[in-house]
């Protein structure tokens, strides 16, 4: 009988793992996205326009997200111990609102929020709505939109992402502490910093905005440029002097390759406030304390590589920085910064799992000190020293992706605090997200 080539049967063996890595890599191209495919729309684009239109439109639109959140921290004093789990029912999102044109040249969008969250800090103290956006656009002006009113301003990608759209319930530390509000010096559980930790002014202001996106072949190149009163959506305190927020924000898709670069300058307002006594009343006016402003920079940078609404491999990076350089305490300038990491993957045409990780850091952030939310909130600084805080935060998610926008969610975060002696948080969420829209003037 012959003996076996050895010499042969090594390089069969190569042949063999080389068609076995070949395969592999067609099989993992196959996933990835296609630099052919159209790039993603701006959010600006989708929030501020409608298709041109000779006669007006209405559409009655928005999303319902009802779910489920349990919240449980390792002791910060014993090793191995828990502490007591906080769990309850709750809508993440109830928000409706209308859209439409009034002819080619003006177009209007507005969008309330019903839910008891953190883009509504006045509802659960006075107990109604709040308007997050009510704009309008005019296109006058060939190569360029004009949006006037309370809009979402462009800063980071992550948090104007339309809320059916975003392929986690929660969002990172960064946004919620960053984008959306203004000294949070501690976040609260979980990373994400509530009304009481600061003003939380959702991503929106009341102001002026120019916009737009061209196509020169298969990319896209989008820009915003805007004034704001720098006030937040709660307005709870006007411009007193003038507007005094400036944004820039420019974007680049070339197929599934994706880069943005958000930027704000200016001062920001907070308050008036009511002081919170055993004689306050929801109704009390006129408000006990008088505003305060402080002048911050923000800036945010997003790289991205497919789409996440669509292909079945993605994976998207953001950055955000602030530095507060007049606190109205006496404490030096603040500083904060984040960063998550994310990737996601399709395994079948429904179904799509989500990593990321998150980090949050802070540098003498002036605290929030005081009760209540809101309008009934009540800041004192006076002898408070600048807070340092410091988190990374993994999370798991799991989305099923049903029919007519309906998507299904499962959210694990495990946040882990660096310097406060704080507990390692571990919370699970469930939501489903219903959105709707009923043509009313077609």
Not at 96 to 110: N, T, V
């Given at each position: 009988m012959k003996k076996p080539d050895?010499?042969?049967?090594?390089?069969?063996?190569?042949?063999?793992?080389?068609?076995?890595?070949?395969?592999?890599?067609?099989?993992?191209?196959?996933?990835?996205?296609?630099?052919?495919?159209?790039?993603?729309?701006?959010?600006?684009?989708?929030?501020?326009?409608?298709?041109?239109?000779?006669?007006?439109?209405?559409?009655?639109?928005?999303?319902?997200?009802?779910?489920?959140?349990?919240?449980?921290?390792?002791?910060?004093?014993?090793?191995?111990?828990?502490?007591?789990?906080?769990?309850?029912?709750?809508?993440?999102?109830?928000?409706?609102?209308?859209?439409?044109?009034?002819?080619?040249?003006?177009?209007?969008?507005?969008?309330?929020?019903?839910?008891?969250?953190?883009?509504?800090?006045?509802?659960?103290?006075?107990?109604?709505?709040?308007?997050?956006?009510?704009?309008?656009?005019?296109?006058?002006?060939?190569?360029?939109?004009?949006?006037?009113?309370?809009?979402?301003?462009?800063?980071?990608?992550?948090?104007?992402?339309?809320?059916?759209?975003?392929p986690w319930i929660n969002y990172s530390p960064a946004t919620y502490n960053i984008s959306y509000n203004e000294f949070a010096s501690t976040p609260a559980t979980n990373g994400i910093a509530g009304p009481g930790a600061g003003l939380f002014n959702a991503g929106g202001e009341l102001g002026l905005m120019a916009f737009n996106d061209f196509h020169p072949g298969n990319m896209s190149f989008n820009y915003a440029v805007g004034l704001f009163n720098g006030t937040g959506v709660s307005e709870l305190e006007s411009s007193m002097h003038h507007p005094d927020q400036v944004l820039a924000h420019i974007g680049a898709e070339d197929g599934p390759l994706g880069l943005a670069v958000g930027f704000e300058n200016g001062r920001q307002m907070i308050g008036p406030y009511k002081v919170t006594t055993a004689t306050a009343t929801i109704n009390e006016t006129p408000y006990d304390l008088p505003g305060m402003s402080y002048q911050q920079q923000k800036f945010a940078l997003d790289l991205r590589y497919g789409n996440y609404m669509t292909d079945p491999l993605w994976v998207w990076y953001e950055y955000q920085h602030a530095k507060d350089t007049q606190q109205p305490g006496a404490h030096g300038p603040g500083v904060a910064r984040g960063w998550f990491a994310a990737a996601g993957w399709r395994p079948v045409k429904h179904v799509m799992a989500v990593f990321r990780y998150s980090t949050y850091n802070s540098e003498n952030i002036e605290p929030v000190v005081g009760s209540g939310t809101g309008p009934m909130f009540t800041p004192n600084y006076t002898g408070v020293a600048g807070v340092s805080t410091s988190l990374d935060q993994e999370s798991l998610i799991g989305v099923y992706l049903a029919n007519k926008g309906t998507r299904y969610y499962v959210e694990w975060d495990r946040t882990s605090f660096n310097n406060t002696g704080a507990p390692t948080d571990n919370a699970v969420s469930v939501m489903v997200s219903l959105p709707f829209g009923v043509r009313l003037i077609h």
């Open positions: 050895k010499k042969r049967s090594v390089w069969a063996r190569a042949v063999g793992a080389g068609a076995l890595l070949g395969a592999s890599v067609t099989a993992a191209a196959g996933l990835l996205p296609s630099m052919t495919e159209k790039p993603m729309a701006p959010w600006t684009m989708v929030y501020g326009t409608e298709k041109p239109q000779q006669a007006p439109t209405a559409l009655l639109f928005g999303v319902l997200q009802p779910g489920y959140a349990y919240i449980q921290g390792d002791s910060a004093n014993a090793a191995g111990a828990r502490v007591g789990g906080n769990a309850q029912f709750k809508f993440y999102r109830v928000r409706p609102g209308i859209r439409g044109s009034l002819g080619p040249d003006i177009d209007y969008y507005f969008l309330s929020e019903f839910a008891n969250n953190p883009a509504d800090p006045n509802n659960g103290v006075i107990g109604h709505a709040h308007v997050l956006d009510a704009s309008v656009t005019l296109n006058y002006v060939p190569g360029v939109h004009f949006e006037i009113g309370q809009m979402l301003v462009p800063f980071a990608e992550e948090g104007i992402t339309a809320a059916p759209m975003l």
